[in-house]
């Protein structure tokens, strides 16, 4: 049974920091791209970030472009969303999902597994 597992959400004040990460199991992690997306209340879920099975390529939103890191440990099954210079509008469920896609993409519909999210609110 595969899981991912979202944790490290939280309160944070705008231009803070925060990092979340995702733990992944009953996968060969190291087959699948890793993707972040989120979903503010009333909207649609977006795509934030991608990184490759191996190399380390990423995808970026360009909201989130300088401010965010993604970065993954194959050994460990785990995905690290590194956060900074957060704004009030970042605030959202935050989702990592799994695909099997040869790069790392922005396509939700390429990504088979998901978390079950992880809340980060940023104050004004």
């Known amino acids: 049974q595969v899981q991912l597992v979202e944790s490290g959400g939280g309160l944070v004040q705008a231009g803070g920091s925060l990092r979340v990460s995702c733990v992944a199991s009953g996968l060969t992690f190291s087959r699948y791209i890793v993707g972040w997306f989120r979903q503010a209340p009333g909207k649609e879920r977006e795509f934030v970030v991608a990184i490759s099975r191996s190399d380390s390529r990423t995808e970026y939103a360009d909201s989130v472009k300088g401010r965010f890191t993604i970065s993954r440990d194959n050994a460990k099954n785990t995905v690290d969303l590194q956060m900074k210079s957060l704004k009030p509008e970042d605030t959202a469920v935050y989702y990592c999902?799994?695909?099997?896609?040869?790069?790392?993409?922005?396509?939700?519909?390429?990504?088979?597994?998901w978390g079950q999210g992880t809340q980060v609110t940023v104050s004004s």
């Open positions: 999902a799994a695909g099997e896609n040869d790069r790392p993409t922005s396509y939700i519909r390429a990504y088979y597994y």
